[in-house]
């Protein structure tokens, strides 16, 4: 299925967690601030919108705490499974809730209840209510999560996975990535300020730039932005992405409404 104007969203775990103080807290303004730009975007435009959020310390910091991003097998692997799956829960709730504040019609999905996926790979993914939901004018919100696994009995599934299987599967005009630096950089622009942001990425010159992106300095089990790179590749082929600063007061909108961003954009 096809839907018209379909935009995707992702909002990065560092954007609207603590992701880099490493603490369980949800950035509510940030969040409600946000909102508040995409109901905006939505008012102006009338496009059709999926979310998708990263989980922060929610997700990544569980997974390493209970040691299960590689299967779960013992007792502790099933306590840390559980944990993780209520927080990344309550995560969602929250981003949800201010969403339902700024006047949006979002509507939660978990995707543990809708992927399954075989050694970390997503092999199905119920779509049918986030097909209903899209055409009564709803917002779907899915998020990082531990879903069921064919090899493993639970694997995470990031929220980039979950982009690229949506924006194929519904043949997304627009993918947009908010995270918490203006694009892709040479280097970690936190930490280095000899430092160049890629205007554009794409097959020319993706594997020299992947060798000069590192990874995360955050706790965080899908490999940073090198991570984020690979997936956008396996899977985001033929459709475009934009990466840009989500914390930048008005940047959420002007990207959705197409003005003018500092950002990367990827043509893969």
Do not use: W
């Not at 996926?117 to 209510?129: A, C, N, P, R, Y």
């Not at 980039?160 to 918490?180: C, M, N, W």
């Not at 930048?248 to 002007?254: A, D, R």
């Amino acid at each position: 299925m096809k839907v018209a104007s379909l935009y995707i969203m992702k909002l990065g775990g560092s954007v609207i967690t603590a992701k880099e103080e490493n603490e369980f807290k949800v950035k509510e303004e940030t969040v409600a601030r946000i909102a508040a730009e995409i109901k905006k975007a939505m008012d102006e435009k009338g496009f059709s919108l999926i979310l998708v959020h990263g989980a922060g310390p929610f997700g990544h910091t569980n997974v390493i705490e209970y040691d299960i991003n590689d299967g779960i097998f013992t007792d502790r692997h099933k306590e840390g499974l559980e944990k993780t799956i209520k927080d990344c829960n309550f995560l969602d709730s929250v981003v949800v809730g201010k969403m339902k504040e700024a006047g949006i019609g979002a509507i939660g999905f978990d995707p543990n209840k809708l992927v399954v996926q075989e050694e970390g790979k997503i092999v199905e993914f119920d779509t049918v209510e986030i097909e209903r939901a899209l055409g009564q004018d709803k917002v779907p919100v899915l998020y990082g999560q531990m879903v069921p696994d064919r090899k493993l009995n639970a694997s995470v599934m990031s929220g980039d996975a979950a982009i690229a299987f949506l924006a194929k599967k519904f043949g997304a005009e627009r993918v947009l990535l908010g995270t918490d630096v203006a694009g892709i950089y040479t280097a970690d622009p936190k930490s280095n300020s000899d430092v160049e942001r890629i205007e554009l990425i794409d097959k020319g010159n993706f594997d020299e730039l992947l060798e000069k992106v590192g990874e995360a300095s955050t706790v965080d089990v899908t490999q940073g932005m090198r991570g984020k790179l690979l997936k956008l590749k396996e899977q985001l082929q033929g459709i475009d992405a934009f990466i840009f600063d989500a914390n930048q007061e008005g940047s959420v909108y002007k990207a959705l409404v197409g003005e003018k961003v500092e950002g990367t954009e990827i043509r893969l």
